[in-house]
Antibody
Framework: QVQLVQSGSELKKPGASVKVSCKAS????????MNWVRQAPGQGLEWMGW????????TFAQGFTGRFVFSLDTSVTTAYLQISSLKAEDTAVYYC?????????????????WGQGTLVTVSS | DIVMTQTPLSSPVTLGQPASISCRSS???????????LSWLQQRPGQPPRLLIY???NRFSGVPDRFSGSGAGTDFTLKISRVEAEDVGVYYC?????????FGGGTKVEIK
């Protein structure tokens, strides 16, 4: 069965960096996109962008450029989200979500499986 | 960006009764390929989101048939025919027609 298992909660100080992992299993990793979604405390869902699991090419939504990095290790079918220069407003649950990719416009048609989420808390 | 607006914000429902959630997009979600990439997601308390419906009306694997989606263009509806206790949570619509992908603000379904 398809599973996305994310790394555990993180508590970081402002200015530090964090790396969240998303381990995929139960399917061919490179056949699907990996998307990242943020959910601030008590708030809704916000799409951060996605990474092409074939090429490693990332695409970021507005507001998620500069301090955010998407990466892969296909040998262990894992996607990563790294955030640098953390701020208090980065406090959120971060989800990875598998995307069924449309190859003609490079967007995911649907997010069919989600990781359990990783809470990143930024506090001094 | 396409703005997704959901109503109501909250929907108190009696067990066994129907519930309906509306989602309106700021522009048509019909893609140039002819498909409409509108999904519905359920987020139970303390859980990650779960895909219920994709391309307006297609139930995802394992989703009970009491959930149904309808609509076209800019107006979409999720219906729960008979609400059960396990349906409590927040429901989101999401468009995947145009970059960037965007979500509605969510509708909380709770039991009266």
């Amino acid at each position: 069965q398809v599973q996305l298992v994310q790394s555990g909660s993180e508590l970081k100080k402002p200015g530090a960096s964090v790396k969240v992992s998303c381990k995929a299993s139960g399917y061919t990793f490179t056949n699907y996109a990996m998307n990242w979604v943020r959910q601030a405390p008590g708030q809704g869902l916000e799409w951060m962008g996605w990474i092409n699991t074939n090429t490693g090419n990332p695409t970021f939504a507005q507001g998620f450029t500069g301090r955010f990095v998407f990466s892969l290790d296909t040998s262990v079918t894992t996607a990563y989200l790294q955030i640098s220069s953390l701020k208090a407003e980065d406090t959120a649950v971060y989800y990875c979500a598998r995307g069924e990719l449309r190859y003609f416009d490079w967007l995911s048609s649907r997010f069919d499986y989600w990781g359990q989420g990783t809470l990143v808390t930024v506090s001094s | 960006d396409i703005v997704m607006t959901q109503t109501p914000l909250s929907s108190p429902v009696t067990l066994g009764q129907p519930a309906s959630i509306s989602c309106r997009s700021s522009q048509s979600l019909v893609h140039s390929d002819g498909n409409t990439y509108l999904s519905w997601l359920q987020q139970r308390p303390g859980q990650p989101p779960r895909l219920l419906i994709y391309k307006i009306s297609n139930r995802f694997s394992g989703v009970p048939d009491r959930f149904s989606g309808s609509g076209a263009g800019t107006d979409f509806t999720l219906k729960i025919s008979r609400v059960e206790a396990e349906d409590v949570g927040v429901y989101y619509c999401m468009q995947a027609t145009q970059f960037p992908l965007t979500f509605g603000g969510g509708t909380k379904v709770e039991i009266k």
